[in-house]
């Protein structure tokens, strides 16, 4: 029963569609990728905020966290890009989101030494983006 609904489902031209475009999945990962950010990170956020510890504290103590964040992404992505380094060198995508993460780490410095509203919005909007270009590498 189930495999018939499912044959059912891949014949839609919903779903014929989404696997003969060249950008639909990708568009569709990136949408899907941004709902879990937004979704996980205000979960984390509000979490964290219910706890009752100070914004301040609460941004000096998650700072070993987001560290190891970095330090994870920057290893991981170093050997992801050591394994075909001419694939990524060439790759627009995968030049952008070297840019878009350099602007990144430059703005969230900034904001956590001098806290504003446009640093924040423009903090989030470049992590995103970051985010998105790197969904955007392999299929470009």
């Known amino acids: 029963m ?6 059912w489902l891949e014949q839609t031209a919903i779903s014929s569609a989404i696997r003969q475009s060249d950008w639909a999945v990708m568009a569709l990962e990136a ?15 509000v979490s964290l905020r219910r706890t009752g510890i100070p914004m301040r504290i609460l941004v000096r103590e998650l700072r070993p966290l987001a560290l190891t ?13 050591l394994s075909m380094p001419f694939k990524y060198y060439d790759n627009t995508a995968f030049q952008w989101k070297m840019v878009l993460l350099a602007g990144s780490l ?16 423009l903090s989030l909007f470049l992590w ?13």
């Open 69 to 81: 964040g970095l330090a994870l992404m920057v290893g991981s992505g170093t050997l992801i890009a």
């Open 31 to 45: 949408i899907h990728l941004l709902g879990l950010v937004l979704l996980g990170g205000a979960a984390v956020i």
């Open 106 to 121: 430059i703005v969230t410095y900034q904001l956590s030494r001098r806290p504003s509203r446009v640093l924040a919005l």
């Open 128 to 140: 995103l983006s970051v985010g998105f270009s790197g969904r955007l590498i392999g299929f470009l």
């Open 2 to 7: 189930l495999t018939e609904f499912l044959g």
